[in-house]
C-alpha cells in the first residue's frame, strides 16, 4: 500500500538551507580527514570545500560503503588503529542477519582505546543541579579504573560475570563501565530515575555477580532518596556476592547483607597497573534495555569490537576529537550515555549534568554550555521543543562562543525547532539531529560536517548504514515515505538477546516483515539529495480513508498554534483523538477547538480534522521523553492498563492516568455510537 501525505508540495518542495560548512570546517573536520586518506590510500573518492558538491560527493561515498562492506570496514579499522593482539582472518564471515560474525579472529578490549588517549586534562566534568562540581582528568580516571578492576579481580570476579549499575549520572557510573570491561566482565546499568521494579526485571535476567548502587539523586530541585528501592533491589538479586556503595545524598548510607561483601567506593584503594583482558571481538561488553513501555524489556547485547569499531566510525559524523568539550543530557538507562561514554575513545572531555533538564525555567544546560566551555550540545527534541514554547533566548542570555554543535534525537525535530535553533542560540552553529536506536547503539542517519543543514532535515545516511524506505512490497522508495529498514549488516547490531535461543525473539524484533531485512519500526523518507526525514514510529501512524500520517506531522501543525504547549493524537475505534496542553491557565474552550480544527483542515486536509480534542494537564512520555502513543491506544483500545504499558518505564504516570480518565465518557460516546 503506497502511502500518500496531504502536504506532498510541503514535502517536495526545496526546503530552506539554514546553515553551510565554511571552507576552514570542512577542511579541518574528521570526515574530511578520513577522505583524504582514503586518497592517499588508493581509493578514489572526492570532497570538496563547497558543501553544495559535497552532496554528490558524499552520496557516492556512503553507496560505496554500503556496497563494498567489507573494503569499507577494513578502512575504518585501518585509519583508526584498532588494537589487536591476535590478527582477524576475515571481515565478516557472511551477509547473514543475524549472525554474521565481525573481524573472526581478532583479540582487543574496548578500554584499551580509550586510554590511548591519557592527557593531563579533564577526561569527566561532572554536574550536579545543585551545584555540586566534580573534575577527573584522564590519569585520575585510569588510577580509578586501575583500582576498581583490581578490587574486582581480588574479590573473585572474572571473565565474563555480569557487574550491575543501579546509579545516576555520576562518573562513578563510567568508572564502574570501564573497570568491568577491563577485565572482561560483563556491564549493565539502570538510572535512578527508573523504579526499582524495572530494574529488578532487568538484572534478574542477569544474575549478577556486583551491585554499585547509589541513595539518591537531585532532580527538578528535589532530593530524591532510593534507599528503600536500593534494600528491595538487593533481596531480589540472590546471585550477588559484592555490593559497592557509592554515597550521594548522604555520607553516612551503609548497607549489610548476611552472606554479601560490602564496601563503600572511597574505601577502594589499590595500586596495581591496568591489565586489559584481550577478548574476541564478537565477546559481549555490555546488556543494555529497550524501554521496556510494553512487555519484559529487550535485554541487547552488544560486543567489545562491534561498539568499538563503530564509535569510531561515529566520531567521523560527530566531528568529535581531543580537544572537544561534549554533552549530551541522559541518564544511565538511555542509549545516550553510553553514545557519550564512547566520545572518550576521541580524547574528547566528556561533560555530564546530573539533574532535571527543565529545572529553573530550561536554563540548566546553557548554563553548562557557558561554564563548562562545551563545543557540542546534544539535547533531546522535545526539550527543543519546550524551548521553542518558552522565552528562552540562549543567544543572548549565555555566551556560546566555543559552541560548534547542537545534537538533537530522541523524536523528530520539527521544522520550528529547526528555525529556534538558528534565531534564538547561533546562526553559525552546526545543527545535526540523528535517528538510530538502543539496537544498534548509533544513529542510521545524522549528521555530516561537510554538508549543508536543510530545514526539518537529516543531512544524510550514516556510513555503513545500509538505510532505505521500503513501501510495503518491500521495495526501496525516494521522496516518498516507507518503512526504515536496514539492507546490510553492521557491526553494532546486537550479537544476540540475553537468553534468546536460537535467536527466537531477535527475528521477531526487527525480521518478520521483510526477509533477511532489518525492520525498524519507524516512517522515513530518503530524499533525492539523500537527506531522512523521520516521521515518527509507523505502528502509531494515523490512517483516515485509506490515507496515512505520521503524527509529527499532526504535532508540528497542533503546536504551532499559540495556546498549545503539547499535544498527541490517537487513532482509536476508527476516530481521531486530540489532546491537547495548553498554556498558562488557558481553558479549552468551543472557539480554541474551532481554531485547532480549522488549522489542520487548511494544513493537513480534511481527513485529518479530530473527532475529538482534549484538554489534558500533561503527555505521558517514556523515561527517553517518548510521547506514549501505541500504549495509550491499546488502553484506549480495552487493553488493561497493566498489560498495555509497565508503569515504571513512565516518567510521569499520573500524567496516563488523568488522560486515561479524562478518553472515558469519550470512548463510551464512541462505542454507543458504534453500536
Not at 569499531?309 to 566531528?319: C, Q, T, V
Not at 533531546?380 to 549565555?398: D, N, R
Not at 510521569?652 to 488523568?658: C, E, F
Request: hydrophobic fraction near 40%; charged fraction near 25%; proline fraction near 5%.
Amino acid at each position: 500500500m503506497k502511502l500518500l501525505l496531504t502536504y506532498l508540495d510541503k514535502i517536495y518542495s526545496m526546503p530552506e538551507v539554514l546553515w553551510k560548512p565554511y571552507e576552514d570546517f570542512i577542511k579541518e573536520s574528521t570526515m574530511a580527514n578520513y577522505v583524504e586518506w582514503l586518497k592517499n590510500n588508493g581509493y578514489d573518492f572526492d570532497i570538496s570545500y563547497d558543501p553544495m558538491k559535497n552532496i554528490e560527493y558524499y552520496n557516492r561515498l556512503w553507496k560505496w560503503s554500503v556496497t563494498e562492506l567489507e573494503n569499507f570496514w577494513k578502512t575504518i579499522w585501518d585509519y583508526f588503529n584498532i588494537i589487536a593482539h591476535t590478527p582477524y582472518v576475515n571481515v565478516m564471515s557472511s551477509r547473514q542477519m543475524p549472525g554474521v560474525k565481525w573481524f573472526s579472529g581478532s583479540t582487543l578490549n574496548y578500554v584499551e582505546h580509550i586510554f590511548r588517549n591519557t592527557k593531563d586534562k579533564p577526561a569527566i566534568i561532572y554536574r550536579r543541579e545543585d551545584g555540586l562540581r566534580k573534575i577527573i582528568s584522564w590519569n585520575e580516571m585510569l588510577q580509578q579504573v586501575s583500582s576498581l578492576a583490581s578490587f574486582l579481580k581480588q574479590s573473585g570476579v572474572k571473565k565474563g560475570d555480569r557487574i550491575v549499575g543501579y546509579i545516576s549520572q555520576r562518573p562513578e557510573a563510567v568508572i564502574g563501565l570501564l573497570a568491568s570491561a577491563s577485565i572482561g566482565a560483563i556491564w549493565s546499568v539502570a538510572g535512578l530515575e527508573l523504579g526499582v521494579t524495572a530494574v529488578i526485571d532487568r538484572f534478574k535476567q542477569l544474575q549478577p555477580k556486583v551491585l554499585i548502587i547509589a541513595d539518591g539523586y537531585v532532580y527538578n530541585g528535589k532530593r530524591i532518596d532510593k534507599r528503600e528501592d536500593v534494600k528491595k533491589l538487593i533481596s531480589n538479586l540472590p546471585s550477588l556476592e559484592l555490593i559497592i556503595i557509592v554515597p550521594s545524598l548522604d555520607e553516612n548510607f551503609n548497607y549489610y547483607s548476611e552472606g554479601k561483601k560490602v564496601v563503600k567506593w572511597d574505601e577502594i584503594h589499590t595500586k596495581e597497573k591496568i591489565e586489559f583482558e584481550f577478548v574476541d571481538f564478537n565477546y559481549p561488553l555490555w546488556v543494555i534495555y529497550t524501554s521496556g513501555t510494553t512487555g519484559i524489556p529487550k535485554p541487547i547485547v552488544h560486543s567489545h569490537g562491534g561498539i568499538l569499531i563503530e564509535a569510531l566510525k561515529a566520531s567521523l559524523h560527530l566531528n568529535l576529537r581531543e580537544n572537544d568539550r561534549f554533552l549530551w543530557y541522559s541518564t544511565p538507562s538511555w542509549m545516550m550515555w553510553n553514545v557519550v561514554v564512547n566520545a572518550l575513545l576521541y580524547g574528547s572531555t566528556v561533560v555530564f549534568y546530573d539533574g532535571s533538564p527543565m529545572y529553573n525555567n530550561l536554563t540548566p544546560l546553557w548554563e553548562i554550555a557557558e561554564k563548562e566551555e562545551l563545543t557540542f550540545l546534544g539535547l533531546s527534541a522535545p526539550f527543543i521543543h519546550s524551548c521553542v514554547k518558552s522565552t528562552l533566548e540562549p543567544g543572548s542570555q549565555y555566551n556560546l562562543k566555543n559552541l560548534k554543535a547542537i545534537g538533537s534525537t530522541a523524536a523528530p525535530l520539527s521544522v520550528s525547532g529547526f528555525e529556534w535553533i538558528y534565531k534564538k542560540v547561533k546562526q553559525d552553529i552546526w545543527l545535526t539531529p540523528g535517528s538510530g536506536g538502543t539496537d544498534v547503539m548509533t544513529a542510521f542517519v545524522g549528521g555530516c560536517p561537510i554538508l549543508p543543514v536543510w530545514s526539518g532535515e537529516m543531512q544524510c545516511r550514516w556510513l555503513g548504514a545500509s538505510v532505505q524506505a521500503f513501501d510495503s512490497e518491500g521495495k526501496p522508495v525516494i521522496n516518498e515515505v516507507g518503512e526504515l529498514v536496514i539492507t546490510e549488516p553492521m557491526p553494532s547490531m546486537p550479537i544476540y538477546f540475553w537468553g534468546d535461543d536460537n535467536y527466537k525473539w531477535y527475528k521477531e524484533s526487527y525480521f518478520n516483515l521483510f526477509p533477511n531485512v532489518w525492520w525498524h519500526g519507524d516512517w522515513i523518507m530518503i530524499t533525492d539529495r539523500g537527506t531522512a526525514i523521520i516521521y515518527g514510529r509507523s505502528d502509531s501512524t494515523i490512517k483516515r480513508k485509506g490515507i496515512r500520517m505520521g503524527t509529527l506531522d499532526i504535532y508540528k501543525v497542533v503546536e504551532s498554534i499559540p495556546e498549545v504547549q503539547n499535544s498527541m493524537a490517537i487513532e482509536a475505534y476508527d476516530n481521531l483523538i486530540l489532546y491537547v496542553v495548553l498554556k498558562g491557565n488557558l481553558t479549552l474552550d468551543e472557539s480554541l477547538k474551532q481554531k485547532i480544527k480549522d488549522k489542520m483542515r487548511q494544513e493537513l486536509g480534511p481527513y485529518f480534522i479530530p473527532d475529538y480534542i482534549i484538554q489534558v494537564p500533561d503527555i505521558p512520555l517514556t523515561l527517553n521523553f517518548k510521547k506514549l502513543e501505541v500504549p495509550v491506544k491499546k488502553i484506549l483500545m480495552g487493553w488493561d492498563i497493566n498489560k498495555a504499558v509497565r508503569i515504571d518505564s513512565i516518567s510521569n504516570p499520573d500524567a496516563l492516568y488523568t488522560l486515561i480518565e479524562l478518553s472515558k465518557p469519550i470512548i463510551e460516546e464512541i462505542k454507543r455510537k458504534r453500536a
